[in-house]
């Protein structure tokens, strides 16, 4: 096994930090709002332990918001997730500590102390977190690795961590596939193995399997599993127990919850008639008239796709292509004849969704979920890939987490891409929050400035 030393004193450093950026804005708030108890030693003792109860409160948050728990995959807009919540949290426990003990340490100007805490640690942790992507990309803190098994999730799996250098590990291939326990043995202690990744659709027979799983236990390598995308019900099971008694429950998804089901609801809402009544007021007539101009044919294009629960709808575009037989059975390719001048700029910068937000409001669409597919693309692949119905647990989205991702287009191998892009789809599913969209929304607009250059 890889023996990983420096993990646990890079996290140690991390806390350190954090707490010194703490410890340095509550006393400049202090010392700044109390210019009379600056040399007053018995305060300075008082407040000594104030900052020893702020310091235990800030660790021990942080077993339950996990700011410190990131594995080597953990998205930027996660990290902001759980640090916004962390902060908020500690905020809200300061403010309570103070009201509780009339402590002058805690009765700065709360609002300000807040604003220059979060800045701080907003830019440290930043900082930090791209330092080590960037460490982990140049070879630096990687993880040795090797898989077992192949099948299309092992083929994916690869394929991200081939292209996600900042991920930092290093594939170590064995060139005999059907590799005995003891040769696997001796190929974890020459390359130093810390990961096994094992796929579930395997060739090896249940004694072997066991015999795999146990060597791995004594020789400290860990072991990930890789569902099968065609069969597997990892997604449809959450592990939870009864007692000591370990059970499989259906899986409730953030959006099967009312509160945020209302939440999502309002700001859809919201957001669409502030788009609808200060931007496509006075956009919607230009796009018209460039369209007219550029090609006979109705300005706005309507195609059926499949909403929440496979519920069919009418999708709302502006017509980016001449008037043809194949719109709904066809979809576009590399340099589709088929797309007008215009129709191509509409579709680089996204604006060519902009009539979905009559969708939005119609309840039939939300600003943030899986992208509606044409039926004929979702018939296709809904019996090939596994779990391909769980996109329309949540309205579809004229946005989303496959597309900021730079999981749209058709090009390279279109399965592998099609099955990156539903498995996007499947994690904005089973852990949507509102910051997620928020992240998800500014990703687009940035996007629309800039140009998607995978849009087509």
Known sequence: MQRIRYSRYLKSIIILLDLMVIASIFIFFFI????????????????????????????????????????RNLTYTLFLERLLIHFISFILGVLLIGKVSNNVFF???????????????????????????????????????????????????????????????????????????????????????????????????????????????????????????????????????????????????????????????AFDIFFSIFVLVFVCTWLFPIIAILIRISSKGPVFFLQKRYGFHEEVFNCIKFRTMVVNDESTTSTTKENDTRITKIGKFLRKTSLDELPQFVNVLKGEMSVVGPRP?????????????????????????????????????????????????VLADAFYVRNWSFVLDLVIILKTILLVIGGDKNAK
């Open 32 to 71: 700044s709002r109390n210019e009379s108890l600056k040399y007053h030693k018995e305060s300075w003792y008082q407040n000594g332990f104030s900052l020893v109860l702020l310091f235990l409160f800030w660790v021990l948050l942080s077993g339950r918001t996990k700011i410190y728990n990131i594995p």
């Open 107 to 265: 009765s700065s100007d709360i609002y300000w102390l807040s604003f220059y805490l979060f800045i701080f640690i907003f830019l440290v942790k930043s900082f930090i977190y791209f330092s080590i992507k960037y460490l982990r990309s140049l070879g630096v803190n990687y993880r040795n690795i090797m898989f077992l098994g192949n099948s299309d999730s092992t083929e994916i799996l690869k394929n991200i961590f081939n292209e996600r250098k900042d991920y930092g590990y290093r594939i170590f291939e064995h060139e005999n596939a059907n590799v005995s326990t003891a040769e696997l043995v001796d190929f974890w202690k020459k390359n130093g193995i810390h990961t096994l990744f094992f796929s579930t659709e395997n060739s090896y027979n249940e004694s072997t399997e066991s015999e795999i799983f146990k060597l791995a236990e004594d020789n400290k390598v860990h072991i990930s599993l890789i569902p099968s995308i065609t069969q597997s019900d990892f997604f449809l099971y959450d592990l939870a127990y009864i007692q000591t008694q370990p059970v499989l429950n259906q899986a409730r998804y953030p959006l099967d919850y009312y509160s945020n089901f209302l939440m999502k609801r």
């Open 373 to 421: 597919h044409m039926l004929a693309v979702d018939n296709y692949y809904k019996p090939k890939i596994g779990r391909y119905s769980l996109r329309s647990m949540v309205n579809p989205g004229i946005t989303g987490l496959a597309q900021v991702s730079g999981l749209r287009g058709d090009f390279g191998d279109v399965e592998v891409e099609m099955k990156k892009r």
